[in-house]
């Protein structure tokens, strides 16, 4: 009997809905249960974390949790359907209180859940000690202090608690694909030296991790790759064998498609070698991966290799960065360009003349800002474009970065400034000032982090 699992959540901010098509799903055509994962930690999102469980001991967790869990939490307990979800972020346990009291609200007063602890190595860590992640060694020292550390650790303790009877199972930092291994491993009893079935459960939670982005989401190129009803797309689910083949869909009734080259995409997401992608569970090898089209958006998948896992894992630390500012203001109609350019230029030189000395770009959104230099190369030479060729609904934004917020505000004071002080019929005006958080990646060896579980 092949085991069932589906994606709730691709990343921090997506949409709330998706996981009630998936659940359903499972419950309809796998009476024995499943699971569902909800993968929503970025690098940077981890760090806002630790900011927040700072500012307040209970918070720290997925912000939308609530509105995630809420909508599923009672049909996946009476359909045996698992919910893993990093959702706990630099929180776990204030995480787990949460879905705890909306299981009381429905009712579900022996809900049992389970956090995953181990992945916060902040208070052991020593930076001095491990070498920086390749990626990073040509970055220069971060100035502020360090307010996270986080391990990717793997599926262990996941399949333990699930074992253990865990019906939910909140984490922090544990490598995306892992979400989807544990519940594998817990189901079919793999063994964790069994590497090629560990190599396949990974590449299950590769095609997963990302939610929409393998049924047509960020796929999606009208004219070249349409995609059938965007807003009800469907989020993915993994029909799993136990020799580690599965199949590829997404609930019925639901936009979005699952064919080859949604899938081909996906696998190649983030894979830096297709030989040798490091998890901290096995490295996975997916040079043989077969795909086989078995219907609509079903999808057969096969033949992953996997090596040995890596002696190291990486462990992102975030220090305190520099403070982001950003203003904008809109100019339209005749002439709007000429209004615009004059605009970014006045900006420019009320820098210099207040010796506002901060890192700054400016764009004008319509000529040029995606491919556009810090210098701004591009709108500047859009002057000697014919002006018919010139578009009529622009705006200038100006980004500004510096370590005391103080400046970064006075620098957008003077975007505020060009409603009166010109040029003529500017709009809209739009500022923030956000913190930023600085990371880097160190190699820690794995005997230095042990993960574990807990009920709550």
Request: negative net charge.
């Amino acid at each position: 009997m092949s085991f069932w699992i589906g994606s709730g959540a691709g990343f921090s901010g997506d949409r709330v809905d998706a996981a009630g098509p998936v659940v359903a799903e499972i419950a309809r055509g796998n009476p024995e249960g499943g699971a569902i994962i909800f993968e929503t930690i970025g690098e940077r999102t981890l760090a806002l974390g630790q900011l927040a469980r700072q500012q307040d001991p209970e918070s720290g967790y997925e912000p939308l949790l609530p509105e995630i869990i809420r909508p599923i939490l009672k049909d996946a307990v009476a359909n045996d359907i698992a919910i893993i979800g990093n959702f706990g972020c630099a929180n776990p346990p204030a995480a787990a209180r949460v879905i705890r009291q909306i299981g009381h609200e429905q009712g579900l007063h022996d809900l049992r859940i389970a956090v995953i602890e181990g992945d916060d190595v902040r208070d052991s860590i020593d930076l001095e000690r491990h070498a920086l992640w390749d990626a990073d060694r040509d970055q220069p020292p971060p100035q502020g202090e360090m307010v996270s550390a986080n391990a990717y650790i793997g599926a262990a303790a996941i399949a333990k608690a699930i074992t253990a009877g865990a019906q939910v199972i909140v984490t922090g930092r544990v490598a995306d694909p892992a979400l989807v291994l544990g519940p594998l491993v817990a189901h079919f009893g793999w063994s964790w030296q069994d590497n090629e079935r560990l190599a396949a459960g990974t590449l299950a939670g590769h095609l997963l991790e990302c939610g929409a982005q393998v049924t047509g989401g960020y796929f999606a190129d009208p004219g070249w790759k349409d995609v059938p009803e965007p807003e009800n797309i469907g989020f993915p689910i993994a029909q799993v064998e136990a020799d580690g083949r599965f199949i590829l869909t997404k609930p019925a009734g639901t936009g979005g498609l699952v064919d080859l080259r949604t899938v081909k995409e996906q696998i190649l997401y983030e894979i830096h070698d297709p030989g040798c992608y490091l998890t901290p569970d096995v490295v996975l090898d997916i040079t043989d991966v077969s795909l086989e089209q078995l219907g609509p958006d079903r999808v057969a998948v096969s033949e992953a290799r996997g090596h040995a896992r890596p002696d190291s894992l990486k462990t992102t630390v975030g220090f305190i960065g520099d403070w982001l500012g950003e203003a904008e203001i809109s100019y339209a109609g005749p002439n709007a360009f000429a209004r615009a350019r004059l605009a970014a230029e006045t900006i420019e030189k009320r820098l210099v003349l207040r010796n506002l000395e901060l890192r700054h770009r400016l764009d004008v959104i319509g000529i040029s800002s995606a491919f556009d230099s810090d210098g701004g190369e591009l709108w500047r030479a859009a002057v000697e474009q014919a002006p018919e060729l010139l578009p009529e609904d622009l705006r200038v934004r100006l980004a500004v970065s510096g370590m005391e917020r103080d400046q970064v505000a006075a620098a957008l004071q003077e975007v505020l400034a060009l409603y009166c002080c010109g040029p003529a019929g500017g709009g809209g005006q739009r500022s923030r000032i956000s913190p930023r958080i600085e990371t880097r990646s160190y190699m820690v060896p794995r005997t230095e982090v042990k993960s574990s579980y807990s009920f709550l």
